[in-house]
């Protein structure tokens, strides 16, 4: 007990120990505990096994002395029955012996006389193509029957031998044609994996059995001068087999195997051979694997799988530097799958079986398919885009239409399908993926600079009404696409990767450029409206109802034609557009900002929510709307000190606002006198100071001109 407090007291010296060391202590006890609580358990249930074999082992020692003593009591009962026939065994024996023997000769004459029947019934079930296994029951028994007549004609008459003979070659027949069957079917056997899916099980039984037979003649046969007293008395036991030749079956039926492999190759040497024959490969192994009972195999399976793979290495050899892209292409997504086959189902490692199946060649096959691909990708992207963007000049239709009546242009589908073919079959391999992606990424930059380009010069001869009609039909119908592309990218496999994702930005980008132009054709047609705001017409007159109603025109026809999130996004575009313009006005030199301003752009934002809101979620359109809730209080707010407060408010959301602007509002409120204005202008500095420097883009940023 003192050593114990001793211990604690040189562990816990001060007040943090008990924080600090105290834990770690009890946890390492508490282990300790635990560790000798198991150990003492796995003593004590060891202990009672122990006492419980014991005991299993008293109650068997005491069940075979009964049995003996039964066994005993029998003999001894036999014995005072039968004392004669016990005194007399060794006579007994000998007539017992030649009671055997004449039953044999008897079982043997029967044999002899029915032996025609009995080899035209075996030959008949070989015709027939019974049950092999039943079949060599027969033969087994057939061939012993051979070696026995072997054994007991010896010193026997001419006549009589040729007799035997005669008998012996019908049995030969018989042993041939079961070989042939044998060998044929087996020769077959993979060829016709389905039709003989529980073949492979019974030739195993088969081989089995044979070797067994081969192994006692082999041991008859080296047992007859042997000083081995095994094997000298397996000869004595087996006399008949001493001149029984060798059947080596199990060989004879791994060469068949292999010639089954074997023949499932030469057949596609030809012409028409498509790679995609090659997939038999992972369903033979694959089936194999499930259907055949590899504990009962007279052969390692592994030896089918070897053969397959050798011989699969030999035809791609031959043919991989024949391949066109497509047959490239398969054959390296076929030995992503035989690989993944191999280690999945049948829990082995590829390289375990023989040679890899391109080896160095696999670098040249992969360029020599990125290249093929990326001189189509070229050509194909390229038509693509001269015929789109004719298309969009000359607008000789209306624009085509999908499953739900929304435009869409059959260009993009086609480029849609180009990248599907492209990049759907190689999502297997991440490289190629990647180094397609990233050719389709070049020439879909191409493709979209140059719709966007066509866009953009057709905008003031088509908002002039100096162009072809159509133009907003066919922007519409770009935007529509462009999304239909960008969702499509988004589902690929991959598709966080910067390549990828590259790519989704391509085509979103078309979007944000349709919808960034349908915008501007909407502005610039409600210009002469908008350039009225902040003007004595839109104090005085109400303006905004005509650009309400304007708006409600366009968005009504646009909302019809346009998908739903192209529409969505469109209608934030034109809302920050609104936005922006009114902030605009505010810069001109022209604008007034009278003391009834801030109610008459309360009404105006009141108004034009109301009609937006008609169109898309109320709350997105109400944050669309902050900088007029932000700009009202510097309009009528005439405390320095809340005009402050108002103004770091609004410099908080948008960080890119210029100092300039805030001038040239003060500088236009008619409500404030000179004195009022330039305290205004002077207390600015504590809002801005020195030029912030920001990363944050809003709709300030687009201001110039001050």
């Known amino acids: 007990m003192h050593e114990t407090l001793e211990k604690v007291n040189d562990t816990l010296k001060y007040p943090s120990d008990l924080e600090d060391k105290l834990p770690s202590i009890l946890s390492a006890y508490e282990k300790h505990v635990n560790e000798q609580e198991e150990y003492l358990k796995t003593k004590i249930r060891n202990s009672r096994d122990r006492v419980n074999n014991s005991i299993n082992l008293q109650q068997k020692i005491k069940s ?39 039953h044999k000769s008897y079982e043997m004459h029967k044999k002899l006389v029915n032996i025609s029947n009995a080899t035209e019934n075996i030959l008949k079930m070989i015709k027939n193509e019974e049950n092999v296994e039943n079949i060599h029951e027969e033969v087994f028994e057939l061939e012993k029957f051979k070696y026995e007549i072997h054994f007991f004609s010896k010193n026997i008459t001419r006549d009589e031998f040729l007799k035997l003979n005669e008998i012996i070659n019908q049995i030969d027949r018989v042993l041939l044609e079961f070989e042939n069957m044998f060998l044929l079917k087996t020769n077959n056997l993979i060829n016709q994996l389905e039709i003989n899916k529980e073949y492979l099980n019974q030739i195993s039984k088969i081989v089995k059995k044979e070797e067994e037979r081969d192994e006692i003649t082999i041991k008859v046969q080296k047992g007859k001068h042997s000083h081995d007293a095994i094997l000298h008395e397996i000869y004595l036991l087996n006399k008949i087999y001493f001149d029984r030749e060798i059947k080596d079956i199990k060989n004879k039926t791994i060469k068949a195997i292999k010639y089954s492999i074997n023949d499932k190759f030469p057949k596609l040497q030809n012409k028409d051979f498509n790679i995609q024959e090659l997939n038999f490969i992972i369903e033979d192994m694959k089936f194999i694997s499930e259907t055949v009972n590899d504990k009962d195999l007279f052969i390692d399976l592994r030896f089918i799988y070897e053969e397959y793979h050798l011989q699969l290495k030999t035809f791609l050899d031959l043919n991989k530097n024949n391949l066109d892209a497509s047959q490239i292409l398969f054959l390296l997504e076929f030995i992503n799958n035989y690989n993944e086959n191999i280690e999945k189902n049948l829990n082995m490692q590829p390289e375990t079986l023989g040679e890899s199946l391109l080896g160095d060649s696999e670098s040249e096959l992969i360029n020599k398919y990125l290249q093929i691909a990326s001189e189509k990708l070229v050509s194909w992207i390229s038509n693509i885009t001269v015929i789109e963007v004719e298309k969009f000049n000359l607008r000789t239709s209306q624009p085509t239409v999908d499953e739900n009546d929304k435009y869409i242009s059959t260009g993009f589908i086609n480029l849609l399908q180009i990248i599907k073919q492209q990049m759907e079959p190689i999502t297997f391999n991440k490289h190629i993926f990647l180094q397609i992606t990233s050719i389709v990424v070049e020439n879909c930059h191409y493709f979209k600079n140059e719709i966007i380009k066509a866009m953009k010069k057709d905008f003031k001869p088509s908002v ?34 910067t390549e990828v994702r590259e790519l989704g930005n391509i085509f979103l ?15 610039t047609t409600c210009g002469p409206i908008l350039d009225k705001v902040f003007t004595d017409s839109w104090y005085e007159q109400d303006i905004t109802k005509k650009l309400i109603i304007t708006l409600e025109d366009f968005l009504g026809d646009y909302k019809i034609t346009m998908a739903d999130y192209s529409f969505i996004t469109f209608v934030f575009e034109i809302c920050n557009s609104l936005v922006f313009c009114y902030v605009k006005q505010i810069t001109r030199k022209r ?20 009609t937006f809101c008609k169109f898309a979620d109320p709350q997105e359109v109400k944050n669309s709307f902050m900088p007029f809730d932000k700009i009202i209080p510097l309009l009528t707010t005439k405390n320095d000190d809340l005009f402050v407060v108002e103004l770091k408010s609004l410099i908080l959301v948008y960080p890119d606002i210029k100092k300039e602007f805030i001038k040239s509002i003060i500088k236009k409120r008619t409500d404030l ?34």
């Open 64 to 102: 075979d002395i009964e049995i003996y003593k039964s066994n005993f009591k029998k003999l001894d009962q036999i014995y005072q029955s039968f004392p004669k026939v016990v005194n007399n065994y060794e006579n007994i024996k000998i007539i017992a012996i030649a009671h055997q023997n004449f």
């Open 464 to 497: 002039t009404l100096k162009s072809v009609p159509g133009y907003e039909e066919y922007v519409i119908m770009i935007g529509n696409s462009g999304l239909k592309l960008t969702q499509y990218i988004n589902s690929l496999p991959l598709c966080q990767k």
């Open 509 to 523: 980008e078309i979007l944000k450029s349709s919808n960034t132009l349908l915008s501007e054709f909407i502005i």
């Open 591 to 610: 604008a007034k900002i009278l003391e009834d301003c801030s109610d008459k752009l309360k009404s105006d934002e009141k108004r034009l929510i109301q």
């Open 673 to 706: 006198n000179d004195s009022d204005k330039k305290n205004l202008i002077e207390r600015l500095k504590e809002c801005f100071g020195e030029e912030p420097k920001h990363n944050k883009k809003t709709l300030f940023s687009r201001l110039t001109g001050f």
